[in-house]
């Protein structure tokens, strides 16, 4: 029976880089990869598939990025925890000393009538599936994606930058509601528009009819959108069949319950990824924060701790971004209705400003940034920020700014280089402008 | 006689964040912004006026950013303490409560025989001296840019958008070598190449040649080469008569002496920006760092110390980008040989990744990042960074990480947001694949 050190099973984000990482840190060399897929796509890349790059197989995550690790194509079907072997479907048993789960998570089936019709796909993460969904599309006219939260906005776009009629319906009031503002969403919604996008809002989708292949969805105001293809992007739920079987804990978000090293219920056994439960870094409560970002966070915890615990998770932030057109939104942390939920007193800092200067350069863009506060310490615990192509980066310097715990007076005083081609201007800078306003309501009283 | 409230002298960056602060922190609305020039220029913008804006009128500092103060062209000739009077060059005196310097620099005139001859320039930001440069470049053929630091490459790559031949003369072994990597520099330098700027590094420039016209310059080693146009950017020198004369401190490299609430020795005047002396955010010691970006902070900081002192400034660390077509490099911070040479011993983290991802995503360019950590406390205290549009806003994370005594562990584990279109992979992230290389490092003791 082959045997190894390091076991892990599942071969996206998470799981590749506890392999990265276990080379790196420890100078493991006898680990593997046991993964489903023979081809891992990139997880966050998928919508993309579809307009931008036009193919399944440029989305593929290239195995050397792993280095000199074992790959298994296989599904284990079973933990023996005692004898610390694992079966998979074939009837192989591989030992472990070590095991680290990243089974990821899979796609969420509402309960909708109609989802068994042909061309209604959810969207997995597996390469066949994929391919079909690539074909399903090639003759399909008008398209309907059912869920407006990044995924769901993002194939919208590419859907529609292929030339298909493209109409939203999302259950909230807005799209991108958990994460921005409603004046973001709009300005989203706006672009979407603009770009040919139909968007429903507030609305359920109540069935989906058609004799054998869609032909229409049904709303909950008995609205009827005719269609051809359903894609369906309303969150995903953790994969932790074979956690549970294994008698690990589940946690109340539906992961696997780890502790702040990433380690299961079993000393022996780490979770990292989606089918891992997650905590918030504000209050420590479980979160359905599931990200490729998180999960790679995830996996450096865990390999880093294989063997004695030394790295602590905080918690989970979250941090998003996607991109409409030339117009790219971003956020990170807690929105003011969830800090308010989570029963902060917040202040909210604003900035308008452009995204070059002077004004007067090429391609310059407006900036809007949203810094949520903490009251009573003056900490920034969220923010939003829409600009073209800097959002990401400026995301991240907001998380930067959650994580160090820095105040209002901190980031209005922030050091910030700035460049006339790169940067919005100092004078008028986006971040240090919302915390300089934030600060004043909070003086103020507001 | 006029009194006001507040007297700010100077225009620029500085003294128009004075001016924004005051009014937004204090609701002063009894405040002069007194400068020399009718329209202000962008400082950072100055460059960018002879290629991507092509006009000198396209680089104005709107006044409305500066809302509802009173605008009064002229020049303060004297400052009399005692009884908290100015006078002006046509004889105005003008009486003040507060006063706050914000007098900018001047460009060094390096003492070069030659340097009188026609079409040889400094670069001032006026906006006269500005269109002047911009009438001689008109009939300019072979333009020579004396200093390769950020404003002369700046120069010489919108210079060569004109169609210019341009030769770029930089003292020490590479162009911008006071902020980059030996390696970064030399990417820079390539691009530059590429787009057809002629490079000389580590020389000298001996004397500028011509009868009445500068014809040639002629280089430390005996080369000779031919031009018709001069451009100096070697840096500036700080403005500080007006305080010298009124008595005011100066400091050692040549600024008005401030403490840590940027006022002067007068407990009612404060300098901020070029003519203020800065001092290191890593160990007090006063440093020769004058940017826009450092001046607005500063002027954040004597806005809101006006009355009592209530903010500190904690050290000038520094962040700058840059763009050479569509590369872009920036930097923050020490670099190793500034670090080594304070006493510290730097571990540094390197990592190169591409900007998008999948690696297949259009324009996915790639990205270098090289951060400077103390060994001792893990600290990150420097770094740079080469990749497209984005470098901006890494530079000001990397500015985040410093402010923040972010360790390399912190760094290593940071909780990113990521995006296709918009940042590097999770699994390949620069700022924490840097971080982690420099803790590997650490702990191998490389």
Chains 1, 2 share one sequence.
């Not at 007193?345 to 949520?372: C, F, W, Y």
């Not at 209005?412 to 986006?430: E, I, K």
């Amino acid at each position: 029976m082959e045997k190894h050190e390091l076991v892990i099973i599942g071969g996206s984000a998470g799981g590749a880089q506890v392999a990265i990482c276990a080379q790196e840190h420890h100078n493991l060399d006898d680990l593997v990869v046991i993964r489903r897929e023979k081809k891992v796509m990139v997880p966050c890349g998928i919508p993309y598939i579809y307009g931008t790059l036009d193919d399944v197989d440029s989305n593929i995550m290239p195995d050397g990025v792993m280095g000199k690790v074992k790959i298994k194509v296989g599904e284990v079907v079973s933990i023996e925890r005692g004898s610390k072997i694992l079966t998979l479907s074939d009837g192989e048993k591989i030992g472990y000393n070590k095991l680290v789960l990243a089974t990821g998570s899979n796609p969420v089936q509402p309960p909708i009538a109609g989802m068994d019709k042909k061309n209604v796909y959810v969207v997995k993460k597996e390469h066949s599936h994929l391919r079909e969904m690539a074909k399903a599309m090639e003759s399909a006219r008008h398209i309907v994606v059912i869920g407006g939260g990044f995924i769901g906005i993002e194939f919208a776009d590419e859907c529609r930058k292929r030339g298909h009629e493209v109409t939203v319906v999302e259950l909230l009031e807005h799209c991108l509601r958990l994460v921005c503002t409603d004046e973001l969403c709009s300005r989203v919604e706006g672009a979407l528009e603009e770009r040919g996008v139909n968007i429903i809002t507030g609305s359920a989708v109540q069935s989906i009819g058609g004799t054998d292949e869609v032909e229409f969805v049904q709303l909950d105001n008995g609205r009827e959108i005719k269609c051809d293809m359903v894609i369906v992007g309303i969150g995903v739920v953790p994969n932790t069949k074979l956690a549970e079987d294994a008698g690990l804990e589940i946690g109340t978000m539906r992961g696997i319950e780890v502790d702040e090293f990433q380690g299961t219920s079993d000393p022996d056994i780490f979770a990292v990824g989606d089918c891992a439960e997650k905590y918030s870094f504000f209050n420590g409560e479980p979160v359905a924060i599931r990200l490729a970002s998180v999960a790679t966070r995830e996996g450096k915890i865990a390999a880093i701790n294989l063997y004695s615990r030394r790295w602590r998770n905080v918690g989970t932030i979250g941090g998003f971004a996607t991109v409409v057109g030339d117009m790219a939104v971003g956020a990170a942390g807690l929105t003011s209705a969830q800090a308010i939920k989570m029963g902060y007193s917040v202040v909210i800092g604003e900035a308008d400003t452009v995204s070059k200067h002077p004004g007067t350069m090429p391609d310059a863009q407006p900036i809007r940034v949203n810094l949520v506060f903490d009251r009573r310490s003056g900490k920034l615990i969220g923010g939003c920020a829409c600009c073209a192509m800097t959002v990401g980066e400026m995301v991240n310097l907001i998380i930067a700014g959650i994580v160090n715990g820095m105040t209002m007076e901190q980031l209005a005083l922030f050091p910030m280089g700035t460049h006339p081609q790169l940067t919005a201007s100092p004078l008028v800078y986006p971040l240090t402008d919302a915390a300089s306003d934030a600060l004043h309501k909070a003086i103020s009283n507001v």
